[in-house]
């Protein structure tokens, strides 16, 4: 019945609308004409860039098939106020063919941030439909459509609200926003909710320029006219089209849009050389990917046209003056009469590591371009990728905010677009430019496509531009396939882009002009650059605004990789106002220095144009220029850009530009990260140290804290500045407390106690003798800076991931932070030097050097130190009384830390392979000090054999503590210690240990646990490594006394190491029995109690660090099924794969395991297949089992993700079993109904 009465309304508006427009007279307004100017804001076209909110009532459903051009448009928001709308309205007719997400007014009224809500609700990506008067489907009430009056009540303000969002100048710009209200029907109450939000938007606005307002007819129009009149004193008349029908409307406005440079229906290669379409919709699903069809460039709407001949130059001019190689670069170089796309001798070889794809054996695979910036690389990518996009389904990663997780999800989704239940899928190529975590990505795909995986195929190629300094290098340290580029070009090179340039003559004006071709063609010589910018830069005003803009752009693009300034600031910064109406151009403003310059678009949080240099070292030479002719300071041009209020108000770009400054002043350079060397500071901090001294350093960072009052790292960096170059100790500590308080992380604790640290250094080194009264201040400072380290510790396991959707954040690696245990050590390494300085312990008497010893292991008390009658050393005895329960806990607490490092070093590995430089640096830090530790506190062999010659008898526990002593030497004293012998190889040292481990355990009174758990450990190294000795204890034997300790622990402690062996030494035969129903029966329980345990002592490191399977199941009994990895990477590195990875991969490289053991192919090794045991298995609900006799079922779990399909199908399934501190994990994932 509502229906039919909505009917007989709208036939009697339509005629009584029809009576009075045949009584009215001729249009003479013009209105086609006035719907094309304001809908274009002055322009001929219907421009892409033009951000849309559309503002609208209930339409009728007759008049729908006349909104086509809403599917037409850029839409950025509609403000719907038809609760229907989404079942037979206008959502509904735009949806069956658009994304459009359905959201209410209050999801933009929250706490987070712009960036962050642009994020959740996806704008600028898709179609955000906001129902702003409920929905008439909803089941809550809170969300169904209200009366007027409770509208009023309860809705406007959030109207309101998202109103001053939406107009927000760092959500959308001003001038490329264009509002439509298209009103199908009259509006005849002063408090109706649409003319709410036409109120809220024209005071947000301030004004109606940005409106165009589309009413049914006259009748709908005076309404809503003298509405608007009553409400805002404002004549909306010019702004209104009303005497054009809904299908004039449409014509127009589709006849006018921009032509589309993209073919109208593109296509995806799919599995036999066959082709699917990819629609409209399923491409706005995919938000993050630039995805290249089969058909790009093909039949476009451009070609069409008379404006192709300029849009083919324009396009060819803003790549080779240095833009972002697109498609169509490529497309045009192919028609008829060009000459080929320069192919890059690097070509081959990057196209050979990709293709053929048979000899793929992991279902996602990395391979790396590493490359020096500004030389091509990721144009030579992109070349690769176009010649390969009717073999691969090709996309590029155009999101570089984006997150991993959504990544995956959208290449799945790319995966197996058009396809439905297929046997197999066409592969993805994806690129990905500079992307800092790309294992995590690769480990994201494989979770998100693990349903669709079929063994031993490929899915996904990651094709990772990485800009390095020093490419060659990295690509001699990368563990990953890899090619590299240099900027430099080979004779071949050279010559073909000397005959491009004779063609470019040809068919542009000024090729020479194309100044990124022309440096390249000039092989990136320093000379031309360096005349090319005393000549453009001759006549240059540093002091006019267009000269600042200039220098702050130089400044940005020399130093930040990448970094660029909104289009829209740099013209508000030299006076253009309105540039969108006006005729004024920032290139016009700008000349002739505008040449070295380009604009591009840009897609992160919001879309927009911005501007950058056109090259990298064309910008370091303006510097150059700047800083030497024009005597310009780097510090001076860098206060500059702090001081500038209009570069961080509100504004498209505002927070990376904001992240880019920050960088630019914070981040300093690593070897690993493809830096060509490491710095204390910014490269920029670092220059004007060089340049202008520690002065200049200090104000630009002090000018920076004020400027970002709310940012921590300032602080800590002007911290550092005052300690490691000022000696400046009070304004270190000043500062680093001034950081504690705006963010008290690990980085920053440990920065508080590198300040007091410093300071302890110092006074040290400037002491002429060691007094009491310099004693007591350098051990007040060192217990200063040891609480500040261990602060760093305990932080280090609380430190937050970062925000999924903070930007400035985005690139950092998910680390665990042990720098606390490092400083910790040091400080204690320095006081231990300290003590050895004091007089009465006099090094030379072996008598004093005991007692100092007996001292800090806490063995002797200061109080037994008053022998004496010198004053000067009662007054040193003073003082180490004062801090003795400091002084004594440091021997403790230096072999906790050795523990940490030994366990932190063997157990876990990094996640990624391509950052293990920094642990490495750790490594031998570590290392070190412990040689260090040793020295002081174990005998010297040659003093152990005169202590034993003058003492021919030591008692048992005199004995066992020398054998301590030993083993703690041979870092031999710890069950991770012991792991690390399985890669020395040398078979009688670890039988000199064994003994000594057997001497503890037979002869300790007291029989301790970790002892116990060591002796059998030793055991099994030994039979790893020298099967042949005698010394070693039958299986049976070590199987009894590690059921003793487990029957002893219990199952609910924290004894890792202890459910380990049991792993190792009870695991189940392939007969699938119980050996012993005693003995064996608590296996699955033991599991459990380790992973738990585990858990309890690492789950903090996990986002950084994976487990280390140190043995694999084999097929022999007792001991010598345990086969340790060494002897796989032996078998490995002895003949090379007899699977290989890859056929162009392993041809120019000896072969490398980690690669094999990446990709899965070391499981087609045929002497690892003879030599482990494949255990068969079950998946349920997405785990892994192994079931044995007695109702015994073990949880193993996947090495890699995307090994177990998801759908929680009960398969059965094999694998290889591999034994980790965490569990046993299962490789080579095999499902037995595929074989």
């Not at 400044?555 to 013209?571: D, I, K, P, R």
């Not at 530009?657 to 300093?668: A, E, G, K």
Request: hydrophobic content about 35%.
């Amino acid at each position: 019945m509502r229906g039919l009465t909505d009917e007989v309304k709208y036939w009697s508006s339509a005629r009584k609308s029809k009576e009075e427009s045949n009584c009215q007279l001729p249009n003479q307004n013009h209105q086609g004409q006035r719907l094309k100017q304001l809908i274009t804001h002055g322009r001929d076209t219907l421009e892409n860039s033009l951000q849309v909110i559309v503002v609208t009532n209930k339409c009728h459903p007759s008049q729908l098939e006349h909104l086509g051009f809403l599917k037409e448009m850029k839409l950025f928001a509609v403000l719907e106020f038809d609760p229907e709308s989404d079942m037979n309205g206008t959502c509904s007719f735009y949806r069956a063919d658009r994304i459009a997400n359905l959201h209410y007014p209050r999801m933009y009224n929250t706490n987070d941030s712009v960036s962050t809500v642009i994020g959740k609700l996806n704008l600028f990506k898709q179609t955000s439909w906001v129902f702003c008067n409920g929905r008439a489907n909803e089941v809550s009430e809170a969300d169904r459509p209200f009366t007027t009056s409770e509208w009023l009540k309860k809705r406007a303000g959030e109207i309101s609200d998202m109103v001053s969002f939406l107009c927000n100048p760092d959500v959308l710009s001003k001038d490329r926003l264009l509002v439509v209200f298209m009103l199908h029907s009259g509006v005849t109450d002063i408090s109706s909710p649409i003319l709410e939000a036409f109120c809220a938007i024209y005071r947000t606005l301030e004004g109606e320029d940005n409106m165009l307002c589309i009413c049914k007819d006259s009748n709908v129009f005076s309404q809503w006219r003298d509405m608007i009149n009553t409400r805002c004193k404002v004549d909306i008349t010019s702004k209104c089209i009303y005497e054009l029908s809904l299908n004039e409307i449409d014509c127009t406005i589709r006849k006018i849009k921009e032509p589309q440079t993209r073919s109208s229906r593109r296509y995806l290669p799919s599995s036999g050389s066959s082709s699917v379409l990819l629609t409209q919709k399923d491409e706005e699903l995919m938000t993050v990917l630039d995805i290249l069809s089969e058909n790009e460039c093909e039949n476009t709407e451009i070609e069409t046209k008379d404006t192709f001949e300029e849009f083919k130059t324009n396009t060819e001019e803003d790549f080779y003056r240095g833009g972002q190689v697109t498609w169509w670069n490529f497309y045009l170089s192919e028609r008829p009469g060009c000459l080929p796309f320069i192919k890059r001798d690097k070509y081959e070889d990057l196209h050979n590591l990709i293709t053929p794809t048979e000899g793929y054996t992991s279902p996602c695979i990395i391979i790396n371009l590493f490359h020096h910036p500004g030389c091509g690389g990721t144009t030579l990518a992109m070349h690769v990728l176009w010649n390969l996009r009717c073999k691969f389904r090709c996309a590029v990663l155009k999101n570089t905010i984006a997150q991993n997780s959504e990544i995956a999800v959208q290449v799945t989704h790319l995966l197996t677009c058009g396809k439905e239940k297929q046997l197999s899928y066409t592969p993805v190529l994806l690129l990905v430019d500079n992307w800092e975590d790309v294992e995590d990505l690769q480990r994201c795909i494989l979770s998100a496509a693990n349903e669709k995986k079929k063994p031993e195929t490929l899915m996904v190629i990651i094709l990772n531009c990485e800009r390095s300094q020093i490419p060659a290098v990295s690509s001699r340290n990368s563990r990953l396939d890899n090619v590299f580029m240099i900027n430099k070009l080979s004779t071949k090179e050279q010559s073909f882009f000397e005959v491009k340039l004779k063609e470019l003559k040809g068919h542009h004006q000024k090729p020479e002009t194309f100044y990124a071709f022309m440096i390249m063609t000039n092989n990136f010589s320093e000379k031309y650059i360096e005349n090319l910018v005393h000549n453009t830069l001759k006549d240059l005003d540093t002091s006019r605004k267009e000269g600042q803009l200039f220098s702050l752009l130089a400044l940005l693009n020399t130093y930040v990789n990448g970094s660029y300034m909104a289009l829209s600031l740099c013209e508000e910064f030299v006076g253009i106002r309105n540039a969108l109406w006006g005729k004024e151009t920032l290139e016009d403003k700008m000349n002739p220095y505008s040449t070295l310059l380009i604009h591009f678009n840009i897609e992160e949080h919001g879309t927009y144009q911005a501007v950058r240099f056109l090259h990298q070292m064309i910008a370091s030479n303006c510097l150059k220029v700047l800083t030497g002719k024009h005597k310009l300071h780097l510090g001076e041009i860098t206060t500059n850009l702090l001081h500038c209020d209009l570069l961080y108000k509100s504004g498209m770009g505002k927070d990376i530009l904001v992240q880019n400054i920050q960088s630019m002043l914070i981040t300093r350079q690593r070897k690993e990260l493809g830096h060509d060397k490491d710095t204390l500071f910014s490269p920029l901090i670092e220059d004007i140290q060089t340049d202008e001294g520690i002065s200049q350093i200090k104000e630009v960072l002090v000018r920076a804290t004020k400027r970002f009052d709310k940012n921590a790292t300032l602080p800590q960096a002007l911290a550092r500045h005052f300690y490691l170059k000022e000696k400046d100790y009070i304004s270190a500590l000043q500062w680093a407390k001034d950081a504690q308080q705006k963010m008290y992380n690990s980085y920053i604790a440990d920065t508080l106690g590198q300040v007091y640290k410093s300071h302890l250094k110092y006074e040290i080194e400037h002491a002429e003798e060691l007094t009491p009264e310099g004693l007591d201040k350098c051990l007040k400072l060192a217990f200063q800076a040891t609480k500040a380290f261990r602060d760093s510790q305990e932080l280090a396991k609380k430190d937050e991931p970062m925000d999924s959707l903070d930007l400035a954040n985005r690139k950092r690696q998910r680390t665990y932070n042990t720098s606390g245990y490092v400083g910790e050590m040091e400080v204690s390494m320095i006081v231990f030097d300290i003590i050895k300085d004091i007089p009465f312990f006099n090094k030379s008497d072996a008598l004093q050097r005991d007692k100092m010893l007996q001292f800090l292991k806490n063995h002797l008390p200061v109080s037994d130190f008053h022998e004496t009658t010198n004053s000067t050393n009662d007054q040193f005895i003073a003082v180490l009384a004062d801090h003795e329960k400091f002084l004594v806990s440091l021997k403790p607490r230096l072999k906790e830390m050795f523990s940490f490092f030994e366990n932190y070093f063997t157990y876990l590995k990094p996640r990624s392979i391509e950052k293990e430089t920094a642990e490495d640096r750790n490594k031998r830090k570590v290392s070190g000090h412990f040689k260090k530790y040793i020295h002081i506190f174990c005998s010297s062999g040659e003093e152990r054999t005169s202590e034993r010659a003058s003492k021919p008898k030591l008692s048992i526990r005199q004995e066992i503590e020398e054998q301590r002593n030993y083993l703690e030497q041979k870092r031999a004293d710890s069950f991770a210690g012991l792991l690390q012998y399985l890669n020395e190889k040398n078979g009688n040292q670890i039988e000199l240990i064994l003994k000594k481990w057997q001497f503890i355990v037979q002869n300790s009174t007291r029989k301790l646990m970790a002892d116990r758990i060591n002796f059998i450990l030793a055991n099994i190294v030994l039979h790893c490594i020298k099967q042949s000795s005698t010394l070693l204890k039958r299986y049976e034997e070590l199987v009894s006394l590690l059921n003793e300790a487990l029957q002893e622990e219990g199952t609910h402690s924290n004894c890792t190491e202890l459910y380990y062996l049991s792993m190792l030494l009870m695991w189940p035969r392939r007969e699938n029995l119980l050996e012993s129903t005693t003995m064996f029966k608590n296996i699955g329980t033991y599991v459990t109690s380790s992973k738990k345990s585990f858990h309890r002592r690492f789950s903090h490191m996990f986002p950084a660090k994976t487990c280390i399977a140190h043995f694999y199941l084999g097929k022999s009994r007792g001991l010598r099924r345990i086969i340790h990895k060494g002897k796989l990477d032996h078998l490995l590195y002895k003949e090379g794969p007899k699977t290989s990875h890859k056929k162009a991969s392993s041809k120019d490289r000896p072969p490398n395991p980690h690669q094999l053991w990446q990709s899965g192919a070391i499981w087609r090794d045929p002497e690892i297949q003879n030599l482990l045991l494949r255990v068969k298995g079950k998946t349920e609900n997405g785990d892994i089992y192994v079931y044995y006799g007695g109702n015994l079922k073990i949880s193993v779990r996947p090495v890699y993700l995307g090994g177990v399909r998801s759908g929680c199908s009960t398969e059965e399934v094999s694998f290889y079993l591999g034994f980790t501190m965490e569990g046993p994990v299962a490789y080579d994932i095999k499902y037995e109904n595929d074989q």
